[in-house]
């Protein structure tokens, strides 16, 4: 039973496509992200979410709009893709709080702009 | 300066050896410190989490934490070739959401 998953896993499309990626946690965390890991696998926070609020929004595009339907759900949606938002997108979530509390990744959505 | 800073590699070690990774972070309130492996093609797991100065012992894997030179290590004994992955630092601020990563450190272990 999977705890954090994420569809599609890869995902090729088009210069100027609008894509979905969806992720949903089972783990009862509160807070959820999305992180994009790029060619030299630097993880880099785009987004996160603390009990469906909107809580860190780092320089990103606004081509890049993320939703969350409830705290268990946390959907990426970007508009008019480029060639440069080829990447790994990883959703994670994690119970923040106080200190020890690990951060869990989902098996990753491979993005190809073509 | 990086938050977070990792040597990229490769790190090249015999079987049976003891690697050691470092990593250096800038937010002396830092108190939540982890290491994750991420082999290719995969995402990162969780191998260790650390929170007091001092070393921490899991199987093969030590973590050692230094907050007044700000670096955390991790050492791994009896080195297999299965180790071979890239090893991801990560830190957090206790009260925030934030997650900061290095850029990983790519270790070889040579069979």
């Known amino acids: 039973d999977t705890a954090v998953s994420q569809t599609p896993k890869y995902l090729v499309t088009q210069m100027g496509n609008d894509k979905s990626i969806k992720c949903e946690q089972n783990?009862?965390?509160?807070?959820m992200y999305w992180y994009k890991q790029d060619s030299k696998k630097f993880l880099k926070i785009m987004f996160s979410y603390n009990n469906k609020e909107l809580i860190i929004n780092e320089t990103v595009p606004n081509r890049f709009s993320p939703k969350s339907p409830d705290k268990a759900h946390l959907n990426l949606h970007i508009n008019s893709l480029e060639l440069g938002d080829s990447a790994v997108y990883f959703c994670a979530s994690s119970q923040v709080g106080f200190s020890g509390n690990t951060i869990y990744f989902g098996e990753g959505s491979w993005l190809t702009v073509v | 300066q990086k938050e977070v800073e990792q040597n990229s590699g490769p790190l090249s070690v015999p079987e049976g050896a003891i690697a050691s990774l470092n990593c250096t972070y800038s937010d002396r309130g830092s108190q939540s410190f982890f290491w994750y492996r991420q082999y290719s093609g995969k995402s990162p797991e969780l191998i260790m989490s650390i929170y007091s100065n001092g070393d921490k012992e899991d199987g093969r894997f030590t973590a050692q934490l230094n907050k007044a030179s700000q670096y955390v290590s991790l050492l791994i004994r009896d080195s297999q070739p299965s180790d071979s992955a890239t090893y991801l630092c990560a830190v957090n601020r206790p009260g925030t959401y934030k997650y900061i990563f290095g850029t990983g450190t790519r270790l070889k272990v040579l069979a």
């Open positions: 783990l009862g965390h509160d807070t």
